[in-house]
């Protein structure tokens, strides 16, 4: 058996949160057949059209799902931290149908599709978890629909800036709001649908209004509530609190 | 690929600090064309245009590139 990955505990107490995991369930999860892999900052993990044969696990570093449009422009779609999963659907899905590719240096756990299969249908608890956890990628996705599709960029920007903040600090990997943004300007433009040029000079305005402060990619959010406000966010969709009633 | 800076000057002065690599410096021109383009879009929704901003391009050495008004990077039809 291989050494276990700390994140792997992370991993587990995060969809343990969700919904009640017994004993068994705990270590069929942090034992769950792997093998390990580093990828360079920028390397892809899975290629839309692939045929997965693996789920991924993120154990450190950041990723993002993404999509290309027939014209090349490039969209992404979520941004993943260490302790998610990258492509939990490719574990009942035959074709994957967006790209994964990591931010930055990156280690990953693959999972074998059927062995991810097997313990989500053979322990419900299991099943349950994960059912919550790609429920709430969607939620997640909803929501950054609504962001591109509907608001302006300076919300767009200031709203990602909130989820970070929050994602990260779920995650262990913030503290009070000041994080190490984990993407250049290009892959920010990319997520919130605008051009590069454009999120700097959103970002120079919201440090104008002191909202933000920025220090090469460390990022400071002075006014919380302001840029909330300016954002349209509303922190419910990422589901941090929601421990789901037992089965 | 070379890095190009792009400096938005508008209500705010926008001083790019990380810029991005693009093959060239016409795509450089264009990046900077359609970035002014998408800007003046944003103040069409508020009811006001101001074709005096402009987006200034520097290269790594802190050249100018470019140094595109916002008049430059549309038509105007006057009917």
Known sequence: MPDLHPTFDGMVRRLERRSPLGEDDRRALKHVQHSLRRVPAGGHIIRDGDRPEYCSLLLSGFAYRYKITGEGARQIISIHMAGEFLDLQNGFLQLADHSVQTLTEAEIALIPSQVIEELALTRPAIGRTLWIDTLIDASIFREWVVNVGRRDSRARVAHILCEFSLRLEAAGLAKGHTYELPMTQEQLADAVGLTSVHVNRVLKQLGEQGLISRDKRRLVIEDWARLRDVGDFNERYLHHDATAMAA | ?79
């Not at chain 2, 690929?1 to 926008?14: E, S």
């Not at chain 2, 800007?39 to 929704?45: M, S």
């Open chain 2, 1 to 79: 690929m070379p890095r190009f800076f792009f400096n938005v000057y508008d209500t705010i002065d926008a001083l790019d600090d990380e810029g991005f690599c693009l093959p060239d410096a016409a795509a450089a021109r264009r990046e900077a064309l359609l970035s002014a383009r998408a800007l003046i879009c944003e103040q069409v929704k508020l009811g006001t245009i101001n074709l005096s901003y402009r987006i200034e391009v520097l290269d790594e050495s802190g050249n100018t590139v470019l140094d595109l008004p916002y008049s430059a990077a549309v038509d105007i039809v006057d009917v």
